[in-house]
């Protein structure tokens, strides 16, 4: 089968988060299964672009609204990713070094669509299925089957996987002029709620969409941003599917980032080693327990809550724990934790902004992780952490629900709270500390982690059965 994703980030070209992770990973694990998987998206100005060497493939003239543009679309020719990587040009709108945060990243978005459209119909042959991610390229299964000019794809399977439903893309209705000639009869299915909403029109136009937890698929059925009767509606076409980690990248005895490896058999050495680099780089105390926050300073992921959860825990568990944040978001968020940095007696430290090799060093030397998401699709983190044998404290909700289960519980390995408050966090954080303080039973549960498989085939199964399934019309 021949799979083409079509989605603003993929890693290591282009990586904001999770969407990154997952576009980066799957196809190489599709391609392991004797599938045939490519990635197309925007030719950022990224290091990766610079690093690497690339041919023309194709170009392309098509147009917005009344503004024609050349497009040109290049492919990296090495394999190096494991998969065919191709890059879409169009100057002035996407020759820029950020993914997002632009004034005119409808403009941008849109753009990129109808040009990768456009290739697509360019193509000798037709893909069996065009996987798209987001309300980025949420708009393609609807130009496919519904725009004039590219009929002749209007038989292709389409696929929408969200990885966040929080953000959709909504626009006013005037944009729609964007979008070439099409069957105006059509045209409801582009709005929702008196706006252009790309991801609505993706889960109405896709043929299936689905979400990348089974539980977040069930909770966008009753909290989804004013999107809740349309998931109750196209019930029959959605499902879940966990996302898996890629098991080369995110390995404690292999991991590039790290100096000091560690398996299963080592991991005491191996993360206390790991440890004592990040307490000496941090200035912290290697005697307490470490627990860590790594990811977007925003409101989804409980982020504003860490300040008052690291002072609460200190006044009332005391100076037993550790704590180290890696993050970047909301300038006040950020501000805060920089804020609390005068309370550190060498237990509390903060590095404001991305730094991938950073992160690996925390999953690795940690002994927590905090993530006290209000909304997780997935989360990566907490399958990283396990993996390197760092127990979650997570919230009870999407993602989190479906791979942590506390220890208190059969077979458990985690600990769980329910509600996104500093009293539920604070009481997680001493769960932590309580655990720590066993280092027999911390031990057999850092090697439970360890031994667990969320590697991505079994989710690469899932989703060419589903792929198998859209073609037969189930
Ligand atoms: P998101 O909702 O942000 O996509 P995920 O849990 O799905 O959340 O994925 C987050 C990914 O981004 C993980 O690989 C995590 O390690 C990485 N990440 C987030 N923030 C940072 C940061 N400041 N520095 C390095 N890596 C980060």
């Known amino acids: 089968m021949e799979i083409i994703h079509v989605s603003a980030e993929c890693y290591p070209v282009a990586k904001a988060g999770g969407l990154g992770d997952v576009v980066g990973a799957l196809p190489k694990y599709q391609k392991d299964l004797g599938h045939v998987a490519k990635v197309v998206m925007p030719m950022y100005r990224t290091k990766f672009l610079r690093d690497n060497q690339f041919e023309v493939v194709h170009k392309g003239y098509t147009h917005l609204n009344d503004y024609w543009f050349n497009y040109t679309v290049i492919k990296e020719t090495t394999n190096k990713l494991g998969f065919d990587l191709y890059l879409v040009d169009i100057y002035g709108l996407l020759d820029r070094e950020k993914i997002y945060g632009y004034g005119d990243d409808t403009e941008r978005f849109f753009a990129f669509q109808i040009a990768v459209v456009d290739w697509l119909a360019a193509w000798k042959h037709h893909p069996d299925v065009i996987h798209v991610h987001d309300h980025h390229c949420a708009l393609i ?134 440890k004592a680099k990040l307490c000496e780089r941090y200035n912290l105390d ?84 905090l993530m006290p998401s209000r909304v997780e699709p997935c989360g990566l983190n907490q399958l990283y952490a396990l993996r390197y044998g760092t127990v979650p404290v997570v919230r009870n909700t999407g993602g ?28 997680g954080v001493w769960r932590s500390v309580e655990l720590f303080n066993q280092q027999e039973m911390m031990g057999e549960i850092r090697q439970r982690m360890m031994q667990l498989d969320f590697s991505w085939e079994a989710s690469v199964r899932a989703y060419v059965d589903l792929y198998e399934r859209a073609k037969r019309g189930e």
């Open 400 to 427: 989190l629900h479906d791979t942590v289960i506390d220890y208190g519980d059969p077979g458990g390995y985690g600990i769980r709270f329910l509600h996104a408050s500093v009293q539920d966090m604070t009481h």
């Open 141 to 274: 299964p609807f130009m496919v089957k519904y725009c004039y000019a590219y009929r002749q794809l209007q038989n292709i399977a389409t696929v929408l996987t969200i990885h966040n439903g929080q953000y959709q893309g909504q626009t006013g209705m005037d944009k729609t002029v964007y979008i070439p000639d099409y069957d105006l009869y059509k045209r409801g299915l582009l709005e929702w709620g008196g706006a252009l909403n790309p991801l609505a029109c993706g889960i109405r136009s896709a043929w299936k969409v689905t979400t990348v937890s089974p539980t977040y698929m069930e909770e966008m059925r009753h909290s989804s941003m004013g999107l809740e009767p349309l998931f109750e509606y196209e019930k029959g076409k959605t499902s879940g599917i966990l996302n898996g980690i890629d098991t080369v990248v995110w390995d404690p005895a292999t991991d590039r980032y790290i100096e000091d490896h560690y398996d299963i058999t080592s991991f005491a050495e191996g993360k206390q080693r790991n």
């Open 286 to 369: 290697i005697r307490k327990p470490l627990i860590t926050f790594i990811g977007r300073l925003v409101g989804d992921k409980g982020a504003d809550l860490l300040p008052q959860v690291i002072e609460d825990s200190f006044y009332y568990i005391g100076r037993k724990m550790n704590f180290m944040i890696l993050g970047s978001g909301l300038p006040e968020i950020e501000g805060r934790l920089q804020g609390i940095r005068h309370l550190s007696r060498g237990d509390y430290n903060t590095y404001i902004g991305y730094d991938e090799a950073l992160s690996h060093l925390i999953y690795a030397g940690a002994d927590f992780i």
